[in-house]
């Protein structure tokens, strides 16, 4: 009869042998913390340490023996030993023949060693099984029982009927089993926990590059010539007007660079009349990150909002103007009101505002928790409809604060024109070509070739 | 022996037929990806294609044949087809007979058929046992493992054991089956993942009616009126000062009509002395969409900030605030210091600032993960008695602001009050009532028929 | 053979006793909501009650018997009664005897009872297995399906068999069991449901302690300080001005505090010379409420940025800065640009801003949702050095705040500094320890100490 705790008892009820008994070599964070969850999912626990007598952190109903007496109670052995100290495995290969060994060990640096620590496990110990469980799992998540999103752990092995004892136990845990495969898998496993973002590098870098190009841009123009034509000092507008003006430039190139990917990949599947190739892996790494560019897009948006909040705070624009509204009372100047300055000025804040409202919202939908209780028709709602929206928001929003300098002349300084005309330049150009793509001539056929219809096909 | 991979192995590992087959039918993007996901599992994979050549995309491990071939293999064969395809299935009927047929499919419109797509297939493989599950899964959401809250397969069938086999299937894939009964339950099965957004119907197009109808309201106060007494041209006024108003009275009340359904229900069981009679089918409706009026009121609010910090970065504003300091310093004017005037700028500022701050934490924990993560007790704290907090927040932040201007006669126009005038008759009427409420005469009556107790009971 | 309904059918698909029969006491709101979901889930149910006829309410395909019959057909009973209604169960003793009971009562209150209410049972029906759990879910959690982190049930008993069948259903909800031992250890589990916000109730008390003194000290230096001397009447400032004090500095009080724990931990470690150890209880529970320290610091730090972007909406600010431009006409007095004080006022509002942005980037990162998408390489990555960087340039937000005035004599009223330098003392000193810990010399020590070497280790 089995022996997991799965299994529901006949109505009689008269099944004695219900625990399955576990053996876990090693007494530190990892092995208690897995000893303690394991006990309460219903198994028996038999600790194996080099000091059986000292054991008061183990919890309670577990047993502590020497690591051969602890090997021969129990079929499956969780080696919760750091790799450094594997080789005194070697004297057990007698009593360890043919049991199945859970490696779930974690190094400090990828590729520190040249095979994974399963691999080499399963060299010291050729007469068992050895499975790479667990080593994605932290041991405060086993405690703290915050296991959502860990809840996957990777598996993979050579003997599949050891890998199945191995992902029972994983089930019994309520966590979910992975099967990644053979022992080769083993080193992409222990990879895994060792990564650092590995999606939000190509977005921050790309991130990085822009800032700084925009803000060595936007010196020359702001800080370099004034001081070269006229004299002054404005290097004090590197701490916020320049920022202010890097920050949403970024955010709006980021933000249509999240939508261009869908843009040219219909482009692509258009010209070539078919969806079945497989696209560049450029194309394909772009379209992966896209969620990244968008959350970076977003942190920059924000900042470009709090930078324009604290405007009306900076002694800089309370002193310019102060001193405007004095040279005015003095000259007694008369300054009439333009409505045509009012309509731009409140059209192009509304427009801004709203689109940051939007953009927040696209935010907030792409918390694992909300995207998870959206189906797949809401989100792609939100996220495609909703989403262009903001983009053409915050191009229009662009659009009207340049009014009527837009691209006059007198606003160019050596040639360069402002820099939030550089930042139009791939929001308009993608917005056209979609405006084009969803004209119903374009857009019919394309909705053909992605149901399955291919221009040059022969079926 | 039974074949799922749930069963632990008796402690001799010799039970050699592990795995069980499954049989896919179709390999386009959700097929292989379930295959992929089954074989993660621990399953064997069959497919069953037109072309059993062409199988460059589908993962390794998996056997590709023909239809007939891969039907003969499995008990279980999942229909990853259009319902467009279905027909060719009719020839196949002899070797599908007394199989398990999986029906996964969704359609384009809600109602597109007469029938189920479930009901269609099981009336042309009749000898078949037809089981619907597993639409409501995305092929992205099994490929990247994000599969938290679309944890739930909805299951029904007409045959239970076959039900029980796909429901086995399903827990084995790490997602939780939910049997919804016979397969006349397919229909609204389908129909789920084709909904947008259903709950937030009648919250959207509530908050509708309430802007359009704000919105004239105050372009009759603030720009026909000034127009036809004064001549002035108050037209740019629309785009920032006149959102401004409507947004925050829709959101003040969207949060008082989030609490009315509570004070109406309480209303009712007190007057008919027993909680054991249904209340009327709007006012449950009512209550079940509080969450999303709710936070269409955090939406409403959030803008009216920001159209709020906004304020001292509009032309207008700084030519109106210049324009008065000319004018008092060309003609010498004395400004005293009005502390009353200060205490109220203050006042209800503090208030919104302190209002808003409350109401951004009600709708942190209406976040899924957030408000899983706290216990009932703890859940009904913060989103009632925090939530009646920030309405009297919100409520006294738009009293104070009316100041003492609020009632007096000089302010209307055409006998219209101003608007937030208008905003503050739910809110206060409710707020009035709620406190009648907990008077403890009141209190006690409501809690003795809350437990039970019937003034007209006869037991 | 086995009855759960997670077992696969073997290919013949010949096994006609699937469904196993689950009993409930009672038709309350809790007792409907579990037999409809257990029915979703397989079970046959049948309710017992005191009044079999009057079933409307209940869930097709449920039958409804008196107790006595309803017991006699199933080995599990749920005891869905309040506690109060218990003794009636003695009058079943015979009926009862050898059966499951699952107690899911929960209480109004802690402690109302001098023994748990599965104590209280087990007393009452002697030869029944009594196992406590199901009471930390709610009938509207069932319902509506949000089961995600209300997952864990507890169970506890003393007899595992009848806590192994227990464990079973609980699985096969799809929730997850937590075996909490024997059955003293109900009077835990039935404390967990009333508690609110336990973590909470040390930060909180602290923050209160805080803006109280804070408050009071900022009222004596800015209210009565200039009453006692000028006679000015300063006391519309504690709307807005004085919060906007009391808040920053509890703000960066708490972060501090967030971390100081870790420092003062890694003095303990390098003061002992080993890490095995116990901390003492003082500095574990402050260890525990580091997120909540955190998440408290980060409101009044979004507190602290509302109160300061309303700044030129206040009357009084929009008044002083009308008189001082008017004063300044009226006296033709030349006002002119200090570009130090632009560096300045520029430089502390962009750090602030910085500041608070990387401070809501961590807020983000402990919604539970998020902290579980990531590994915990990247969670300490976010949480410890994006953490620290925060309240770096926080610190240096106040510093430069403070500008040239920051220590000056003649900024001390009544020999009492202004707030904001009582706000620096903890986090300068904090850093100061922290930038020696991170001294070579000392962080190889406490690496060494925390991989396992002892100073005064005998081994």
Redesign the interface.
């Known amino acids: 009869?089995?022996?997991?705790?799965?299994?529901?008892?006949?109505?009689t009820?008269n099944?004695s042998e219900?625990?399955?008994i576990v053996c876990i070599f090693g007494t530190g964070d990892f092995g208690r913390s897995l000893g303690l969850k394991m006990?309460?999912?219903?198994y028996s626990i038999v600790f194996g340490s080099r000091n059986p007598q000292k054991n008061n952190l183990l919890p309670n109903g577990a047993e502590v023996l020497s690591y051969s007496e602890a090997a021969k109670k129990s079929?499956i052995i969780i080696i919760a030993i750091h790799r450094e100290h594997y080789d005194f495995l070697t004297e057990l290969t007698e009593v360890l023949n043919g049991k199945i060994l859970v490696d779930i060990s974690n190094n400090l640096k990828i590729n520190q060693y040249p095979e994974s620590n399963a691999e080499y496990l399963a060299q010291l110990v050729p007469g068992a099984h050895v499975v790479k469980a667990f080593n994605?799992i932290?041991a405060?998540?086993l405690q703290s029982?915050?296991?959502?999103?860990?809840?996957?752990v990777f598996v993979c092995g050579n003997d599949?009927?050891?890998?199945?004892?191995v992902?029972?136990i994983v089930?019994n845990l309520?966590l979910?089993?992975?099967?990644?495969g053979s022992l080769t898998a083993a080193k992409e496993i222990e990879k895994?926990?060792?990564?650092?973002?590995p999606m939000w590098r190509f977005p921050f870098y790309l991130s990085a590059v822009l800032c700084i190009f925009l803000f060595f841009y936007c010196v020359i123009r702001d800080v370099i010539y004034p001081y070269v034509y006229e004299k002054k000092?404005n290097?004090?507008?590197m701490?916020?007007?320049i920022?202010n003006r890097v920050f949403p430039i970024t955010a709006l190139t980021l933000l249509a660079l999240v939508y261009l990917p869908g843009v040219i990949a219909a482009i692509l599947q258009l010209y070539r009349g078919t969806k079945y190739r497989r696209f560049p892996d450029w194309l394909d790494h772009w379209m992966l990150c896209r969620k990244q560019l968008g959350l970076l897009a977003l942190?920059f948006a924000?900042?470009h909002?709090?930078?324009?909040?604290?405007?009306?705070?900076?002694?800089?624009v309370?002193?310019r103007?102060?001193?405007?509204?004095?040279t005015?009372?003095?000259l007694?100047k008369e300054?009439p009101?333009?409505?045509s300055?009012?309509?731009?000025?409140?059209?192009y804040?509304?427009l801004g505002?709203?689109g940051?409202?939007l953009f927040?919202?696209l935010g907030i939908t792409s918390?694992?928790?909300?995207?998870?209780?959206?189906?797949?028709?809401?989100f792609r709602?939100v996220q495609s409809k909703l989403g262009y929206l903001t983009l053409i928001l915050c191009t229009a929003h662009t659009l009207v604060y340049g009014g009527k300098r837009f691209l006059s002349p007198s606003n160019l300084r050596w040639y360069l024109p402002a820099a939030y005309v550089l930042g139009l330049i791939i929001p308009c150009t993608m917005l056209v070509i979609k405006f084009v793509l969803i004209m119903p001539c374009v857009d019919n056929t394309l909705t053909r070739i992605r149901q399955g219809w291919e221009r040059n096909s022969k079926h």
Do not use: H
Request: proline share 5%; hydrophobic share 45%; aromatic share 12%.
């Open positions: 009869m089995e022996k997991t705790c799965m299994d529901a008892l006949p109505l009820m099944s219900k625990q399955e006990l309460q999912c219903g079929d994605t932290s405060w998540a029982g915050a296991l959502d999103a860990s809840r996957q599949s009927n050891a890998k199945q004892r992902m029972d089930r309520g979910t089993p992975m099967d990644q895994y926990p060792l990564q650092l973002f000092d290097t004090f507008r701490a916020i007007s920022p942190g924000f900042l909002v709090l930078y324009t909040l604290v405007i009306p705070i900076r002694y800089y309370r002193w103007s102060g001193n405007l509204t004095v005015q009372a003095i007694k300054n009101f333009s409505t300055s009012a309509w731009l000025s409140d059209s804040v509304a505002i709203l940051f409202f927040v919202l918390l694992p928790s909300v995207s998870n209780a959206v189906n797949w028709r809401e709602f």
